[in-house]
Nanobody, 119 residues
Framework: QVQLVESGGGLVQAGGSLRLSCAAS????????LGWFRQAPGKEREIVAR????????YLADSVKGRFTISKDNANNTVYLQMNSLQPEDTATYYC????????????WGQGTQVTVSS
C-alpha cells in the first residue's frame, strides 16, 4: 500500500499562487510516477501534471502549461505542484495519485485538497 497526503490548498485571488504538496509513504518503490488531478463541481476529473520518480520530462496539461510546474523531492518522497497565475477556472479539488507499473493505473489516491480562486 501507498499512502498519499496532500496539503497546500486554499483560497486565493486570481493571479495569485499556491503550492501543493503530496507526501508519499509506504511501498513507494512500487510506484512509477505521481500525478496531480483535479475535479471541479459538475466536471470530470482531469489530469493536470505527472512526474516520474526516475526523472525525465514531466507532463503538464495544455491548460496549465506556462503557469504550473511539477517537481519532486525523492529523498522525502514528496511531489510539489507550483501553481502561478491562478484563474477562477482552476478552482477544483486537487488530488495526488500514484501510478503503479504493475497495473498501469493510478491505484492510490490522496484525500484531495481544495483550491478556490476568486475573481
Amino acid at each position: 500500500q501507498v499512502q498519499l497526503v496532500e496539503s497546500g490548498g486554499g483560497l486565493v485571488q486570481a493571479g495569485g499562487s499556491l503550492r501543493l504538496s503530496c507526501a508519499a509513504s509506504g511501498r513507494t518503490f512500487s510506484v512509477r510516477a505521481l500525478g496531480w488531478f483535479r475535479q471541479a463541481p459538475g466536471k470530470e476529473r482531469e489530469i493536470v501534471a505527472r512526474i516520474t520518480w526516475s526523472g525525465g520530462s514531466p507532463y503538464l496539461a495544455d491548460s496549465v502549461k506556462g503557469r504550473f510546474t511539477i517537481s519532486k523531492d525523492n529523498a522525502n518522497n514528496t511531489v510539489y505542484l507550483q501553481m502561478n497565475s491562478l484563474q477562477p477556472e482552476d478552482t477544483a479539488t486537487y488530488y495526488c495519485a500514484a501510478l503503479r507499473p504493475m497495473t498501469g493505473r493510478y491505484d492510490y489516491w490522496g484525500q484531495g485538497t481544495q483550491v478556490t480562486v476568486s475573481s
